[in-house]
Structures are given as structure tokens and as C-alpha cells.
């Protein structure tokens, strides 16, 4: 499972970086996003049915296996990246992606719920964030895909898992607050890290 989950990132990553250079336009935010990179992540410990209380270790895994294939890839393509501040977002996000993607499998609804809002949020938080920070210079078509790809995974999850209204009220909730802590952390406080 470990072994899986680390060479499919070590892949991913390594394909975003050639992306960069040979994806059409409209595709190429795929390649320098976090949707680009949460969502095979996700899809990988999600797959993997890990116990709960090693999800959060597979998204750290994955999300630093990808890291360190795009930059090995980038490094070979004679494009210099150092992979530290991401190695750092991916020690922070990690847990939360593989954590809520091992929810998707949990008994209980409201547990359900709160993985599914957690993983649409961060794709609606990515959406919002590009149409309104970087749109002009990218296109919105991506923007617009991802936020869909949000708004429909949630609600075809729910249809078919969560069901009842409260548990819908909980994904809905969590999905607000993520894609809004989202885009807060990408707007201004990475920028500000960044420096």
C-alpha cells in the first residue's frame, strides 16, 4: 500500500513538471495547481482503504513523493526547483487529504460528511482562488472546472452516501469553511510567506 501510493505520487509529480511545458493552455493550471496534485493523492489513500490512523501518513507520503518527482523531473529538465516550502505544505496538508479521504470509506455518515466537505473544500477554495487571484493570466475555464468538479462530486456523494439532510448540512458546512480557509491561505498568507 505504501509502495503504491509513493510511486503513483512520484509519477504524478513528475508528469505536473513536463505538463508545465507541453499541456495547452487551457489545461496547463493542472500542472501548477494543488488541484493537480490533491486530487491523485486523495484518489491514491481513497483506493487504498487504509486504517484511519494511517490516512494521514499516506497523504504526507503522497503529497511528498510528488514533490520530490516533480522535482526530480524539473531538476532533469534542466529547471532548477527546490522542493523545501512544499515538502513543509505537503507535511501540513498531507494528513488533512489522506485523513479525509479514508473518511469517505467511515461507518458513520457525519464522519463521511466531514471527509467529503474537507476534499470538495479545498478544490472550491483552489477554484475561487484562481478565478478571482490569477484568472487573467491563466484563463478561468480550469477555475470553472474545478469549482464544478466541487460542487459535483459533493453532491453526487451525498445522493448516494450521506443522504439524510444533516449529514448533507455537515459536508455543505465543511466545504464552506475549507474553501474559505483556502483561499485565505493562498490569497494572503502564502503570498506573505512567499515574500
Do not use: C, K
Amino acid at each position: 500500500m505504501l509502495l503504491i501510493v509513493a510511486l503513483a505520487a512520484t509519477v504524478v509529480g513528475a508528469l505536473t513538471s513536463v505538463g508545465q511545458q507541453f499541456l495547452p493552455d487551457a489545461l496547463r493550471p493542472l500542472s501548477n495547481s494543488a488541484s493537480g496534485w490533491t486530487i491523485p493523492v486523495a484518489a491514491s489513500v481513497y483506493l487504498a482503504r487504509p486504517a484511519l490512523r494511517l490516512a494521514p501518513l499516506l497523504g504526507v507520503l503522497g503529497f511528498t513523493a510528488t514533490n520530490l518527482g516533480y522535482a526530480a523531473a524539473s531538476n532533469l529538465r534542466g529547471h532548477p526547483y527546490d522542493p523545501g516550502f512544499w515538502l513543509i505544505v505537503g507535511l501540513l496538508a498531507g494528513p488533512l487529504v489522506g485523513g479525509a479521504a479514508a473518511l469517505l470509506h467511515h461507518r458513520e455518515r457525519r464522519w463521511a460528511a466531514v471527509g467529503a466537505g474537507l476534499l470538495a473544500g479545498i478544490l472550491a477554495g483552489e477554484g475561487v482562488y484562481g478565478l478571482t487571484t490569477v484568472a487573467d493570466t491563466t484563463g478561468a475555464a480550469y477555475w470553472w472546472a474545478i469549482l464544478a468538479i466541487a460542487v459535483v462530486a459533493l453532491a453526487a456523494f451525498s445522493a448516494r452516501r450521506l443522504v439524510r439532510p444533516p449529514t448533507i448540512a455537515i459536508a455543505a458546512a465543511v466545504l464552506v469553511g475549507t474553501g474559505s480557509a483556502f483561499f485565505v491561505g493562498f490569497r494572503w498568507a502564502l503570498p506573505a510567506l512567499l515574500g
